[in-house]
């Protein structure tokens, strides 16, 4: 393996670290100051710093002619973002949810999921549905900075919101959340260049690629940032960042994405048939966890692990052709995929009985 590639990938996760750390921090310290609350945070500022990556690999992945690269970096990262990474942060800790990501957030990541979906069942998509999910999402963060100006953003004053820092200059704290994001941007470009070059010597295609090595890279923003987030006691903006990442991968990216290259996303039958009905189940499967006690236990967090193992092993057999395939694709859906839509379907109805227990 060439040196350069294998320091670049250690510098990249050094600069992914110190980043996380530094986004987390100018972010947290300005939603006190300025009388935010961390959710709204995590849902605009962070949300959109750490899909800085998906964004810039999406556009001139677009230009270059490599249009799976730019969709499945999208559709990957979400998939990722869900399953991979609120996994992780549900093992570190369980996430208590608030209620604007049960009753809007999620709602709106489930339904530009499913219309992004239906937007590419013609196979491509064209410039002006691009500029109609970027013209959404100017909407949807309109929407959320003025329920904060009314105070509906969340409970502004969290007690997780840490009290240090309030003497100090806005400017200041900007300025740390601004370099963090610089770092961050950096470090995944560095790590996903180094994947990508090993992933394409070993023959691997464009569409694996981008919804693998490219998607994890691209993701590594938010894992770092949110798993920081959540050792910090910062998990309103942990989860708020995760959701408020799949919607601007989709309306932002995507959108910006189709919309500036020449002749839209190409979008292939594999996608279309697998991966972007898996990315829209994914974010359903959001709603029964989230209703059930509004917090993501840790068991639910394993539960979404094993899903995204399982997921990269499909993909990894796909590609390959294994002869393993079939057999793996008859497990999942005979037994494991049935067993855990009656365990959410048990869990969601004893919260429910919790709830409304009869008189």
Same mark, same amino acid.
């Given at each position: 393996m060439d040196l350069l590639v294998v320091l670049k990938l250690v510098a990249g996760l050094a600069m992914l670290l110190g980043g996380a750390e530094l986004l987390v921090r100018g972010a947290s310290r300005l939603a006190l100051r300025w009388g935010m609350a961390p959710l709204v945070v995590g849902l605009t500022v962070v949300a959109f710093g750490t899909s800085a990556p998906e964004l810039a690999i999406g556009v001139g992945a677009a230009f270059k002619g490599e249009p799976d690269i730019a969709l499945g970096n999208v559709v990957g990262s979400n998939i990722a973002n869900v399953l991979l990474i609120l996994g992780i942060c549900a093992l570190v800790s369980p996430l208590v949810v608030r209620r604007q990501l049960i009753w809007l957030d999620v709602p709106v990541m489930v339904a530009v999921s499913a219309g992004v979906l239906a937007m590419s069942l013609d196979g491509e998509l064209v410039r002006g549905e691009g500029i109609a999910l970027v013209a959404i999402g100017l909407a949807y963060v309109g929407g959320l900075l003025w329920m904060a100006r009314r105070g509906n953003g969340g409970d502004v004053g969290d007690p997780e919101v840490p009290d240090a820092g309030t003497n100090v200059p806005a400017w200041r704290h900007l300025l740390?959340?601004?370099?963090?994001?610089?770092?961050?941007?950096l470090g995944s470009q560095w790590l996903v260049d180094g994947a990508v070059s090993i992933a394409t010597a070993m023959g691997v295609s464009e569409l694996v690629i981008g919804l693998t090595v490219v998607a994890i890279g691209t993701s590594l923003p938010e894992i770092a940032t949110s798993v920081l987030a959540v050792v910090r006691g910062e998990r309103d903006m942990a989860v708020g960042n995760i959701v408020g990442s799949n919607v601007f991968n989709l309306l932002f990216v995507l959108g910006a994405t189709a919309a500036i290259a020449p002749d839209g996303i190409a979008? %292939?039958?594999?996608?279309?048939?697998?991966?972007?009905?898996?990315?829209?189940a994914v974010?359903?499967?959001?709603?029964?966890?989230?209703?059930? %006690? $509004?917090?993501?236990?840790?068991?639910?967090?394993?539960?979404?692990l094993?899903?995204?193992?399982?997921?990269?092993?499909?993909?990894?057999?796909?590609?390959?052709? $294994?002869?393993?395939?079939?057999?793996?694709?008859?497990?999942?859906?005979?037994f494991v995929v049935p067993l855990t839509v009656i365990t959410l379907a048990v869990v969601t109805l004893r919260a429910w009985r919790a709830r409304h227990p009869r008189p």
């Open positions: 740390v959340l601004v370099a963090g994001l610089a770092v961050l941007v979008v %292939g039958a594999a996608a279309v048939r697998f991966d972007l009905p898996v990315m829209t974010a359903l499967a959001c709603m029964p966890i989230f209703f059930t %006690g $509004h917090c993501i236990q840790r068991w639910e967090g394993g539960l979404f094993g899903y995204y193992a399982a997921y990269i092993a499909y993909l990894l057999l796909d590609a390959a052709d $294994h002869d393993a395939l079939p057999a793996f694709s008859a497990m999942m859906m005979a």
